[in-house]
């Protein structure tokens, strides 16, 4: 993994306050983590940073969409993504990293890496089941899909219609009391 310098957020020589950043995430930024489930990705964020006098808050907002394929059918299709995440980072002796919502950096850092929490931001907003919106409302047509309707066990309606008389007495039984 790189580490990417257009996410370093720098903070030393801002005033105490709400400072905001703005951030574009493409596919590249996944693939420089070495993950390569999204065909394409067009995602906006935008950081608000709270800086006081002995930590930092930081406010992640993402917005936008990647491309996937369908666990289905293999189709892709664009997956709409709605992500948020805080982090509040407080200054120590040594770098840690082992809270997911506390950072602690040495004092004297001036700047604070924020990639790999927003690469986990966006990679836990998309579903882990993954199905193509065409599939629920019934206009995706795959011959996928058609082959899985035809393979589709299909029900007798003599079963159906049919009731075993050594059943009815013991439905009789719930009834009785």
Known sequence: MMKQKEFNVPFSGLK???HDFEFEIDNKFFESFGYDEF???DVKLHLQLNKTSTMLELEFDGQGSVNVNCDITSEPYD???DAQLNLVVKFGETF???DDEILIIPHGSHQVNIAQYVYEMLVLAVPQKRVHPGIADGTLKSEVLDKLEELQPK?????????DPRWDKLKNLLTDK
């Open 39 to 41: 065909n394409a990705a």
């Open 96 to 98: 840690n990293d082992d």
């Open 155 to 163: 029900e007798s309606r003599e079963n159906k219609e049919e009731n």
């Open 79 to 81: 997956q709409e993504i």
């Open 16 to 18: 105490q306050g709400k």
